[in-house]
DNA sequence: GTTATCAGTTCACAATTTGTTAATACATAA
DNA sequence: TTATGTATTAACAAATTGTGAACTGATAAC
């Protein structure tokens, strides 16, 4: 079958269960990578980007369930599939397992066409909408969903970091935001941008909007304030 | 009964069950027409143009899963029902013919009962299209009944792909739709086209519309807005 | 059976916008 | 004043989109 341009990462210490997904999974069309332990999970996630991560939950130096947290608390894998392969079929892991989030699991031992359809579901279902909800603080509104951000009734326009860096701070009023948090929430972990980076963005924030509403505090961060 | 203006083509080798079909099919109003095997299949499917195709898992010439891949991919054919019937009742046949494309399976030996409500099921699943109302956003008007759009009044003729893009955006004015958001409402998960086909077909749209209606969100997506 | 036509797609490259950096100016606290 | 950290600006790099043309495959017309 020709490819799908659907890239997936496995990760299982088994070698032969790693082999027969990928196989399978190459076999439908799919770009497969894997990796054996949690670590090695982790790195080539951040490499590759994949659609989806198929993750055994039972696994050395980071068990999926550690991985899963590691990758979700970064923008970058905030949309990301993922799947968990368990041994376990008892409730406890599975209700961990997704609320860790995961977006399904299959239970070993493992039949590739069950594995297969799960797949062809999960990527059948993206469908799905980001349901973010608009802020308003005073005369200021912010729509992610429209994108669209007015002060006063009226239309300001954004650039997309400008966006996503205003959205963060609105999100959580009073809150100072580290310029780590910053970095890893809007520009994600492996990114490297300058600190400056930051500044101009704020700066531009702060011009557009016209308003006094982010405050700085030096030597620490940022944080919205109206 | 009388007719429902709806054609149901029946490919089959044994004839006492292609008679026992049809003898029931146009008992419930539907208009009938047979094949004896897959070739026959095909060539009366092109000249008749059904809306529903029966196809026998086991035929002569070609079985009823390349018949039904064949007959997929073309365009005409895209949107047809298509119900397997078939002896195997294992898992994996199943599988392999709803994946390939069709839209239900009934296993033999064949109960003219569940096969017709079966059938009927299929009509009724495809007709429920209540949610399709005519938008209309100031001087613009969008009928996806008729598949017709007007500007003040003036027929614009879009084409398919076009009209659908359209009518998603349109659908949700103001709100950002992602381009993989697009590509998933307009152009279905499993088709993988170029970044650049979402481009080419909002030109076209505005192009043709003549109005500044579609906005592009650099890197996010398109919202209609008027 | 050929040919013409059209929707749909891709491609190459232009046009534009956005993101980043680096250099410099400014502000503040010790 | 000095050390530290932030603001500002302009220049540059990178990413994204717009556009015309060409290509493909299916259908319609001849």
Redesign the pocket.
């Given at each position: 079958m020709e490819s799908k341009g659907k890239k997936i990462l496995i990760a299982d210490d088994e070698p032969d269960i790693l082999e027969i997904i990928q196989y399978n999974l190459s076999k439908e069309g799919y770009d497969v990578v894997t990796a054996k332990d949690g670590d090695e999970a982790v790195g080539k996630a951040k490499m590759t980007r994949p659609d989806l991560i198929i993750l055994d939950i039972m696994m050395p130096k980071k068990n999926g369930v550690e991985v899963c947290e590691i990758l979700r608390s970064q923008p970058a894998f905030k949309e990301t599939l993922i799947l968990f392969l368990t041994a376990l079929s008892d409730e406890g892991s599975h209700v961990r397992g997704l609320e860790t989030g995961a977006d399904d699991y299959v239970t070993k031992p493992i039949s590739p066409k069950i594995l297969i359809s799960r797949v062809n579901a999960l990527f059948r279902r993206i469908n799905k909408e980001p349901e973010e909800k608009v802020l308003k603080i005073e005369n200021l509104s912010i729509d992610p969903a429209k994108f669209e951000v007015t002060v006063d009734g009226k239309d300001v326009?954004l650039?997309?970091?400008?966006f996503e860096l205003l959205y963060l701070l609105a999100s959580r009023p009073g809150r100072v935001f580290l310029?780590n948090e910053i970095l890893n929430q809007v520009?994600g972990n492996e990114?490297?941008?300058?600190?400056?980076?930051i500044?101009?963005?704020?700066?531009k924030i702060?011009?557009k909007l016209g308003l006094d509403c982010i405050t700085?505090?030096?030597?620490?961060?940022y944080k919205f304030n109206l």
């Open positions: 326009t650039a997309k970091k400008e310029r520009w990114v490297i941008v300058g600190d400056r980076t500044d101009v963005h704020i700066r702060r011009q700085t505090v030096k030597g620490v961060g």
